[in-house]
C-alpha cells in the first residue's frame, strides 16, 4: 500500500517570502500522480499542482511549483512570494494510476499547517 | 453547476442517532468519492462509485456506514446508530479523470 509522508507539522514564512512543504512517498508502481491541495479555514480541498509521474518536467503554477524527485520518491512544494491567503493547511497527495480503473483514491498525507506573517 | 455541494454543512446528533448526509457532484463526473478526516489529519478514503455502481468500500466503513448512489447523480452517506468516533468532516469529492473536485465537507458532531 502507498503511503504519503510530510515531516512538518507547521511552517510559517514572511509574506513575500518563499517557502518549501515537503512531502515523500512510498510506492512501487511507477505510474501514478501527486498532488498539493490546499485547505484553508473555508474547509474545501482546493487543488494547488498536480505531477504526473511520467514527466520528468517539474510542474509549475504561477507563484507554486514543485521538485519532483522520482527516485528519490520526494514531492516538494515551492510557494514564491507569499501572500496572507496562501495560509492553509496543504495536503500533498498520491493517486495510484493501477488497474482498470485508474486507482479508485487517493493517498493523503497528514498535512502541513502554514502560517504567512504579515 | 459550479462545483460539488454537500448538505448540510454541520450536523450535531445525539449518540445513537441515524444521520443522513447528500453530495451533489458536478454534472458530468461519473465517479464520485466520499472520505472521513478527523481533526488535524488528512482526508481517509471511505467509498467509491463509478456512475450508480459502488466499486470499493474502505475497511474504515463499518456495517453501520451505507453509502448509495441512485441513478449516477447524487450520492448519500448514512451512518446508523453513530457514535462519538463517528465525529469527523466527511467530504465528497467527484472527477471524470485526473483531479478531484471536492465539496466543502459535512462536519458531523455525536453528543
Known amino acids: 500500500a502507498q503511503t504519503v509522508t510530510q515531516s512538518q507539522p507547521e511552517m510559517s514564512v514572511q509574506e513575500a517570502e518563499t517557502v518549501t512543504l515537503s512531502c515523500t512517498y512510498d510506492t512501487s508502481e511507477s505510474d501514478y500522480y501527486l498532488f498539493w491541495y490546499k485547505q484553508p479555514p473555508s474547509r474545501q480541498m482546493i487543488l494547488v499542482i498536480r505531477?504526473?509521474?511520467?514527466?520528468?518536467q517539474n510542474a509549475t503554477e504561477n507563484r507554486f511549483s514543485v521538485n519532483f524527485q522520482k527516485a528519490a520518491k520526494s514531492f516538494s512544494l515551492k510557494i514564491s512570494d507569499s501572500q496572507l491567503g496562501d495560509a492553509a493547511m496543504y495536503f500533498c497527495?498520491?493517486?495510484?494510476?493501477?488497474?482498470?480503473?485508474?486507482?479508485?483514491?487517493?493517498?493523503f498525507g497528514p498535512g502541513t499547517r502554514l502560517s504567512v506573517l504579515p | 453547476d459550479t462545483g460539488v455541494s454537500q448538505n448540510p454543512r454541520h450536523k450535531i446528533t445525539k449518540r445513537g442517532q441515524n444521520v443522513t448526509f447528500r453530495c451533489d457532484p458536478i454534472s458530468e463526473h461519473n465517479r464520485l468519492y466520499w472520505y472521513r478526516q478527523t481533526l488535524g489529519q488528512g482526508p481517509e478514503f471511505l467509498t467509491y462509485f463509478q456512475n450508480e455502481a459502488q466499486l470499493e468500500k474502505s475497511r474504515l466503513l463499518s456495517d453501520r456506514f451505507s453509502a448509495e448512489r441512485p441513478k449516477g447523480s447524487f450520492s448519500t452517506l448514512e451512518i446508523q446508530r453513530t457514535e462519538q468516533g463517528d465525529s469527523a468532516m466527511y467530504l465528497c469529492a467527484s472527477t471524470s479523470y485526473g483531479s478531484y473536485t471536492f465539496g466543502s465537507g459535512t462536519r458531523l458532531t455525536v453528543v
Open positions: 497527495a498520491y493517486r495510484s494510476l493501477a488497474g482498470d480503473n485508474y486507482g479508485q483514491n487517493f493517498v
Open positions: 505531477q504526473e509521474a511520467y514527466k520528468q
